[in-house]
């Protein structure tokens, strides 16, 4: 394949300084193969690494973000069998080091080596160069085919389905019955919702603000729907329970407010995850936790190969993601698309990039 010298890519010169330029296309090194990348969705985090960086990222001036992507492998390294020339693939963006006590038993995304590459640990996007960018090099543990049956573009969301299971798994799966709140009907939550139907879920019941998403979830499936402008949701969720509260509370919107409300929509003995991006500290009742005897968990990214788990989901069609993508840019344009995305403009969910 005729892969060019240099490429276009997304490098954040200064925090807030985001600029697409010309850059070397990177070579793969042993264990990595290079991808073509198709697409990028911006994520959740995103507009907190361009603004603020992120801890151990590289210098400013070389660092390309991204890491919701998809995209072919065009190249592999010399050791490489796992991949062929012309695979399509959704990045997962860890790879540990694959020597720390958590690494050996699995839990990656918590690596104790996190940020330090000489030890062979990549937070692609993060502490390590990204996808918004015409080519980029990632190792084989951190790539997952995928079927054509799943578009370029919605394969960039395999990266929060990944998340949302890997906080399902941690919490102990949705039970066949069972009620859930999720709370911040963004990508997130909208695919929280889905999950655990499919996962189950006798009822989903979907609690926001912004009523075209609360439409969105109703038509993927949410039972029922709650805007807490307009009616009292903690009161509509014990009402709906018979006065016992959910089984299972997922929190996706990221505010102190409904991370506080969540504890008076759980049952005793129920559970809950945090799925979102929290940038501000939130009160949480310590002594009810004990006394409820509350289990509490807090998913780190597509732990445990959950992104591969995504996969048959999403290609049969049991997830619908589709009405989630609202908009799409070049990669050109890619500062419009983050205003698009922190503005919320045109009802914006999942903001695509495609270099």
């Not at 390309?64 to 990045?91: K, N, Q, S, W, Y």
């Not at 906080?167 to 655990?196: D, F, H, K, N």
């Not at 968990?297 to 609202?326: C, F, Q, S, Y």
Request: charged share 20%; with cysteine.
């Amino acid at each position: 394949m005729d892969i060019p010298k240099t490429m276009q890519a997304a490098v954040l010169f200064n925090y807030g300084d985001l600029r697409v330029t010309e850059r070397p296309v990177p070579q793969p090194a042993p264990g990595e193969v290079l991808v073509k990348v198709e697409a990028v969705a911006i994520c959740g985090s995103d507009p907190g690494i361009v603004n603020k960086g992120w801890q151990n990222h590289p210098p400013l001036g070389e660092f390309i973000p991204g890491h919701e992507c998809t995209g072919v492998v065009v190249a592999l390294a010399p050791d490489v069998t796992e991949f062929e020339i012309g695979d399509r693939v959704a990045l997962e963006p860890h790879k540990g080091c694959g020597r720390c006590e958590n690494c050996l038993r699995g839990l990656y995304t918590t690596c104790l080596n996190y940020g330090k590459p000489e030890k062979g640990h990549r937070h692609y996007g993060f502490s390590s160069n990204g996808a918004y960018a015409e080519y980029a090099a990632f190792h084989v543990n951190t790539l997952h085919k995928f079927p054509e049956s799943i578009s370029f573009e919605q394969g960039t969301m395999l990266t929060t389905l990944g998340t949302i299971l890997y906080g399902y798994e941690r919490l102990g799966w949705v039970r066949p019955g069972e009620t859930v709140v999720v709370i911040g009907p963004g990508a997130i939550g909208l695919l929280s919702a889905q999950v655990a139907k499919l996962l189950g879920a006798g009822r989903v019941i979907l609690t926001g603000t912004r009523e075209e998403r609360l439409a969105i979830g109703r038509r993927i499936g949410v039972d029922v729907t709650l805007n807490v402008n307009e009616v009292n949701a903690r009161q509509a969720v014990m009402e709906l329970t018979g006065g016992l509260g959910a089984d299972v509370v997922v929190e996706c919107s990221g505010r102190p407010g409904p991370v506080a409300e969540m504890f008076e929509m759980v049952r005793k003995n129920g559970r809950i995850t945090f799925n979102g991006v929290y940038q501000e500290a939130a009160t949480i009742p310590i002594n009810k936790i004990v006394q409820w005897n509350l289990l509490i968990t807090g998913p780190k990214a597509e732990g445990m190969l959950n992104l591969k788990r995504a996969i048959p989901l999403m290609a049969d069609g049991r997830l619908n993601v589709e009405p989630l993508i609202t908009h799409t840019y070049p990669l050109s344009e890619i500062n419009q698309a983050f205003a698009t995305f922190t503005g919320r403009i045109g009802g914006a969910i999942k903001v695509i990039i495609k270099p």
